[in-house]
């Protein structure tokens, strides 16, 4: 199985995205998967222009000179694509949307209706990849994915696709986090991210019991509120002693 990982945070490598696709990756590759991480942040990515010659002029392709032919390659090269991102507005980043826009190319021009008579358009190649979903969000409660949720139901759809897959991390700031308290609750959350990558490898699927334990938050959301407000306090307060 090849997986293919964009990630649209635009801390890059930096970024809790990062941590959560690279353990994810590391279970899918002793599962026996070859798996990459793209930092959409490292590469060029033009807006799309809404010129549609990638339907007209030049079908399949895109006029924009940059890298995101080489990057339709990979995804269409791909068993798995995971769409990787922060929450940002409630979305995704810009960048993966930037990169999600681009997509165009990879479709017909022309209309039809799917199973459920929604309408989309009409595919240009056989088969594409599956979808899998990584977020992370700085606030707590599940809720926050709730538009993420619906929007990568929709892009598969699109997509002529499903989703495979979806992790997502409330209060995702507290993966980069030092405290001793932190520690093994992080270091346990990995593990079970690198087994959620071995799962979906080995029977195309994460278990109910590695997605329940993923689904729980590093922190109980009153310590973590406490916790943070102390933080931007103590930033503010730095701010005000070095002016
Ligand atoms: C422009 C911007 C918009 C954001 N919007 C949200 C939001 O709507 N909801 C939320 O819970 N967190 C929001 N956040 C917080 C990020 O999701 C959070 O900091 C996350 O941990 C960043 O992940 P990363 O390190 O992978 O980039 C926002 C952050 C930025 C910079």
Redesign the pocket.
């Known amino acids: 199985m090849k997986i293919t990982a964009f990630n649209g945070?635009?801390?890059g490598r930096n970024?809790?995205?990062?941590i959560m696709v690279e353990e994810f990756l590391k279970g899918a590759e002793e599962a026996g998967a070859s798996a990459e991480q793209i930092y959409l942040s490292e590469k060029k990515i033009g807006f799309c222009r809404g010129c549609f010659n990638c339907w007209t002029v030049t079908p399949g392709k895109c006029i924009i000179k940059d890298d995101m032919n080489e990057l339709l390659e990979k995804v269409m090269d791909s068993d798995l694509i995971i769409m990787a991102t922060?929450?940002?507005?409630?979305g995704v980043a810009a960048m993966l949307k930037a990169f999600m826009d681009r997509f165009l190319p990879l479709l017909d021009p022309h209309f039809e209706k799917d199973s459920n008579g929604e309408w989309r358009h009409t595919g240009r190649f056989e088969k594409y990849p599956d979808i899998m979903v990584i977020s992370?969000?700085?606030?707590s409660g599940r809720k926050?994915f709730q538009p993420l949720k619906l929007h990568f139901s929709k892009v598969a759809r699109n997509m002529h696709s499903a989703v495979a897959a979806e992790i997502y991390l409330e209060a995702?700031?507290l993966l980069h986090n030092r405290s001793v308290v932190l520690k093994p609750l992080i270091s346990n959350y990995r593990r079970h991210l690198r087994i959620a990558g071995e799962e979906l490898v080995t029977s195309g699927a994460i278990s109910e019991k590695t997605a329940a334990q993923l689904a729980k938050p590093l922190l109980k959301d009153r310590f973590y509120m406490r916790e943070a407000n102390r933080y931007w306090d103590r930033e503010l307060k730095k701010l005000k002693q070095n002016s």
């Open positions: 945070s635009p801390r970024s809790n995205t990062a922060p929450l940002y507005v409630d992370n969000c700085g606030m926050n995702g700031e």
